[in-house]
């Protein structure tokens, strides 16, 4: 039986039965924009602005009282966030921590979990993962002495862009010390699973890490269930806590109470920090893999954008992702065949994360070309293009209008006006 015909009117529908509809006005938008990049950097929120603000005024008012007397007192903000991100990890909030960076936070963890002995002391990651994650590692194998070259084994992709579990699992020997990878592969959208990956590793002695910068705000997560040891993210992209916001770990209880690898004095209890004694004494929470002074103005917009994860939830969040993707995919398949599109994102809901990437040979001229027809892409070299439509600022009717201004830049062929060079700034 021949499959309706998607149009304009079907996605209006999905929008008339949308759950998340009203989310929309939350956030600032652009009627003559369709935004398409909310993996990269997640749109600004009235709530996000509006937690900022207080947090200003706090300063503005209390001048350093700010830290304790503040209407959200800094000194325990990054413990109130990490208390609020919990549930969309299903981890308890003693588990949690907002804080540093995603890099900065995947050094503190390494440094705490990677500990080389005997023959165990190669890292397990794959060939696919995001540049910084892949330096981190590196770093951390000399600064114990290990050549990288030798101690980091990078699981291979049979495409190019998705990875094997099997695959991963064959390579768990009694030589690897630590596991690393993301939830969901950068430039494809693959979502791994991070279950099965969990319980074989473990099996073989393997602590286990991951990199949630592409699933967390698009997805649940079942961190403590799983059995995962320790998880890193940035906040920026699907939780849109703006440019550099502050990132966020996650370490399983059963490792809580562990010295952290790089101390700082927010790593103190919090009732001894300002005992300003020289010998630590370390949160029993996530809270002692923190470091350095909280970044405030950079942590008070992820108080108003979890505000809304709370009210969304989760569940909605993913199952409606799932239908702007799938959406997005059968419009594909009906609009663009033969247009030279490869679809490397997997096609099986339980394989994919929030995006949906396609390769194309011209894929730095499309996306120059979409950017003047007022859609925001995501170029990724040397030839892919990633569209992200978020569930919660996303509209059905908007992820139909980018596919038909994607059609007609492709059959007009005004892309070709454009150089197939990425910019400064991919």
Known sequence: MTKPKITLETAAKLDQNDVLHNFKKEFYTDDNRFYMDGNSLGLLSKRAEQSLVSSLEDWKTHAIGGWTDGKEPWFYMSEKLGAKTAPLLGAKPEEVISTGSI???????????????????????????????????????????????????????????????????????????????????????????????????????????????????????????????????????????????????????????????????????????????????????AGAYQMGTPHILSSAPLLGSLDLFQEADIKNVRCKSLKMTRLMLNLIYQELDGLGFQIITPLEDERRGGHISLVHPEAASICKALKKENVVPDFRAPDVIRLAPVALYTTYKEVYEVMMILKEIMVNETYKKYKNERDIIA
């Open 103 to 285: 890099t900065s936070n995947l050094h503190q963890l390494l440094s705490t979990f990677y500990r080389p002995e005997g023959q165990r002391t190669k890292i397990l990651a794959d060939e696919l993962n995001f540049p910084s994650d892949i330096y981190a590692l590196k770093s951390q194998l000399e600064l114990h002495g290990m050549d990288p070259d030798e101690h980091l084994i990078q699981v291979k992709s049979d495409n190019g862009a998705t990875l094997s579990e099997d695959n991963i699992i064959k390579e768990m020997r009694s030589d690897i010390a630590l596991l690393l990878l993301p939830s969901v592969l950068y430039r494809s959208g693959q979502l791994l699973d991070i279950e099965r990956i969990t319980k074989a590793a473990h099996e073989q002695g393997i602590i286990v890490g991951f990199d949630l910068a592409h699933s967390i705000g698009a997805l649940p997560h079942n961190l403590d269930d799983w059995g995962v040891d320790f998880a890193v993210w940035c906040t920026y992209k699907y939780l849109n806590s703006g440019p550099g916001g502050v990132g966020g770990l996650y370490v399983n209880e059963k490792h809580l109470g562990s010295k952290p690898g790089l101390a700082g004095w927010f790593s103190s209890k919090k009732d001894k920090q300002f005992d300003m004694a020289h010998d630590l004494t370390h949160a029993e929470t």
